[in-house]
């Protein structure tokens, strides 16, 4: 089994930052894909950022020039650097991590959320 936390959510202030962080941890052998979603109240939960294994990445276009996922393979964690957020990126941020067993098993796994409120 493996376990995704985040941390680094909170209160911000419009133009100001903030780095989320999501930790694996568990039956891990390695990850492949990394990513982070977010849902705000009556909305469908949508994609922000994802970093692959070779280090692609994609983002969302709201968000192009302002966040910035990385990741530190060493750790397993994955990182969202939100730069001048705004208040319609207020949400519950996700992160998601695609991982490979040592028994070569394949799987998908979600944390549990971190709310991000940006305040005006």
């Known amino acids: 089994q493996v376990q995704l936390v985040e941390s680094g959510g909170g209160l911000v202030q419009a133009g100001g930052s903030l780095r989320l962080s999501c930790a694996a941890s568990?039956?891990?052998?390695?990850?492949?894909?990394m990513s982070w979603y977010r849902q705000a109240p009556g909305k469908q939960r949508e994609l922000v950022a994802e970093?692959?294994?070779?280090?692609?990445?994609n983002y969302e276009d709201s968000v192009k020039g302002r966040f910035t996922i990385s990741r530190d393979n060493a750790k397993n964690t994955v990182y969202l650097q939100m730069n001048s957020p705004k208040p319609e990126d207020t949400a519950v941020y996700y992160c998601?991590?695609?991982?490979?067993?040592?028994?070569?098993?394949?799987?998908?796994?979600w944390g549990q959320g971190t709310q991000v409120t940006v305040s005006s």
């Open positions: 998601t991590a695609d991982v490979i067993s040592p028994d070569s098993e394949y799987a998908s796994y």
């Open positions: 568990g039956s891990i052998f390695s990850i492949n894909d």
């Open positions: 970093l692959t294994s070779d280090g692609s990445t």
